[in-house]
């Protein structure tokens, strides 16, 4: 067969069988759906960032013109031709609002150097104003950096350098101030919409089956990816909304879960999962082992002659097949059932890749592969 495997040979019989429907494992509606409009808000900031010990920009103009603007705002007036400093760096800086956020509440930013800095250690971060999407001022960052790693010694020649991790990005931890807040806007008109991380018809149907045992009918299935949840109007008139999503979202449902085989060549790798519909079949495999080796033989002239010694080079092949493994697999339904099967054959990752594809190309397998 063709391939580099070392699979030598492979027969499969093929049988039609039926196979139950698994249900997955039980997990909080909190954990596979999430509340829309409930996002939050992406911020981005461009700052300087000093107090660097010689690590900073070394020749970047957008770092001394901003430094130049900086100083015009106290009444210094430097041109940028003079300014020489290496303890500066320029930087952008993003954080995440979560939902619910007020005005005055301190989140982290995260600042990235986009200079040639060699590192942000030891830096302070100058007030840097942070903008939302639409562009307006949403928050105010400054504060000290920490830096999760360290980059000491000398380069150049007889030097060394250690880095640990990456010095050009830090955090500031709680080093924004916001200065908006976000509205509540999940409810809209007495209801709010439940968005699946992973859309499925049969889980979403599920949910909100689940929700109508202690609610009855207050949710409803819209598609694949969203379950709809009305509040009763006298949950809304005392306020009491955040309790009732609360009860919601701790309530359990079964996902179903894909039947999926996931192979990576490279890294010998084999994931699957789901209900695994396999028709009963027969697998042979074997390996063939081919080597092939070489030895040097010296001859000798005899004594007291100008003949030179004479090297002759001898090639021996040998090839090793070993016995076919034959086992049955038997029609099955689970993953754990399949991997005993196979894993009897005693094969290697590859083989066994190839074996998995083999049963799927021929229907064996019912199920989606995807080779990365």
Same mark, same amino acid.
């Given at each position: %067969?063709?391939?580099?495997?070392a699979?030598?040979?492979l027969?499969?019989?093929?049988? +039609?069988?039926?196979?139950?429907?698994?249900?997955?494992?039980?997990?909080?509606i909190?954990?596979?759906?999430?509340?829309?409009?409930?996002?939050?808000?992406?911020?981005v900031?461009?700052?300087?960032?000093?107090?660097?010990?010689?690590?900073g920009?070394?020749?970047?103009?957008?770092?001394?013109? /901003?430094?130049?603007?900086?100083?015009?705002?106290?009444?210094?007036?430097?041109?940028?031709?003079?300014?020489?400093?290496?303890?500066?760096?320029?930087?952008?800086?993003?954080?995440?609002?979560?939902?619910?956020?007020?005005?005055?509440?301190?989140?982290?930013?995260?600042?990235?150097?986009i200079?040639?800095?060699?590192?942000?250690?030891?830096?302070?971060?100058?007030?840097?104003?942070?903008?939302?999407?639409?562009?307006?001022?949403?928050?105010?960052?400054?504060?000290?950096?920490?830096?999760g790693?360290?980059?000491?010694?000398?380069?150049?020649?007889?030097?060394?350098?250690?880095?640990?991790?990456?010095?050009?990005?830090?955090?500031?931890?709680?080093?924004?101030?916001?200065? *908006?807040?976000?509205?509540?806007?999940?409810?809209?008109?007495?209801?709010?919409?439940?968005?699946?991380?992973?859309?499925?018809?049969?889980?979403?149907s599920?949910?909100?089956?689940?929700?109508?045992?202690?609610?009855?009918?207050?949710?409803?299935?819209?598609?694949?990816?969203?379950?709809l949840?009305?509040?009763?109007?006298?949950?809304?008139?005392?306020?009491?909304?955040?309790?009732?999503?609360?009860?919601?979202?701790?309530?359990?449902?079964?996902?179903?879960?894909?039947?999926?085989?996931?192979v990576?060549?490279?890294?010998?790798?084999?994931?699957?999962?789901?209900?695994?519909?396999?028709?009963?079949?027969?697998? +042979?495999?074997g390996?063939?082992?081919?080597s092939v080796?070489?030895?040097?033989?010296?001859? %000798?002239?005899?004594?007291?002659t100008?003949?030179?010694?004479?090297?002759?080079?001898?090639? +021996?092949?040998? /090839?090793?097949?070993?016995?076919?493994?034959? !086992?049955?697999?038997?029609?099955?339904?689970?993953?754990?059932?399949l991997?005993?099967?196979?894993?009897q054959?005693?094969?290697?990752?590859r083989?066994?890749?190839? !074996?998995?594809? +083999?049963?799927?190309?021929?229907?064996?397998?019912? %199920? *989606?592969?995807?080779?990365?």
């Amino acid at each position: %067969m063709p391939g580099t495997s070392a699979l030598a040979a492979l027969a499969i019989l093929l049988f +039609a069988t039926a196979a139950p429907v698994v249900h997955g494992v039980e997990a909080r509606i909190k954990d596979i759906a999430r509340i829309d409009g409930l996002t939050g808000v992406q911020l981005v900031g461009y700052g300087i960032v000093v107090g660097l010990s010689g690590t900073g920009d070394k020749d970047l103009m957008m770092t001394k013109q /901003t430094i130049a603007n900086l100083f015009q705002q106290f009444q210094i007036k430097l041109p940028t031709s003079d300014i020489k400093s290496k303890n500066v760096a320029a930087v952008m800086v993003t954080a995440h609002a979560p939902p619910f956020h007020r005005s005055g509440d301190h989140i982290d930013v995260q600042v990235s150097s986009i200079g040639d800095a060699i590192s942000l250690e030891g830096g302070i971060l100058l007030m840097t104003p942070l903008l939302n999407p639409e562009g307006s001022l949403y928050a105010l960052a400054q504060g000290g950096l920490t830096i999760g790693g360290y980059s000491a010694g000398a380069g150049g020649a007889g030097g060394q350098t250690e880095t640990k991790n990456y010095t050009t990005v830090g955090i500031v931890p709680g080093g924004a101030v916001l200065r *908006e807040e976000q509205p509540d806007t999940y409810i809209q008109n007495g209801s709010f919409r439940l968005v699946l991380l992973h859309a499925d018809f049969t889980t979403a149907s599920r949910m909100a089956s689940a929700i109508n045992a202690t609610n009855d009918g207050s949710a409803i299935a819209r598609d694949a990816g969203s379950v709809l949840v009305r509040v009763p109007p006298d949950i809304l008139d005392n306020g009491q909304v955040a309790s009732f999503v609360a009860e919601i979202e701790a309530l359990t449902v079964s996902p179903d879960a894909q039947s999926l085989i996931i192979v990576n060549e490279r890294t010998g790798t084999i994931v699957m999962g789901g209900a695994v519909h396999i028709g009963e079949a027969i697998v +042979a495999h074997g390996n063939l082992t081919v080597s092939v080796g070489s030895t040097l033989s010296a001859y %000798m002239p005899n004594p007291f002659t100008e003949a030179k010694p004479v090297v002759t080079e001898k090639v +021996a092949t040998k /090839t090793k097949e070993d016995k076919a493994k034959v !086992i049955l697999v038997p029609g099955t339904v689970t993953v754990q059932e399949l991997a005993d099967a196979i894993n009897q054959m005693g094969s290697t990752p590859r083989d066994l890749i190839s !074996i998995l594809e +083999a049963l799927h190309r021929l229907g064996a397998i019912q %199920m *989606e592969m995807i080779t990365l």
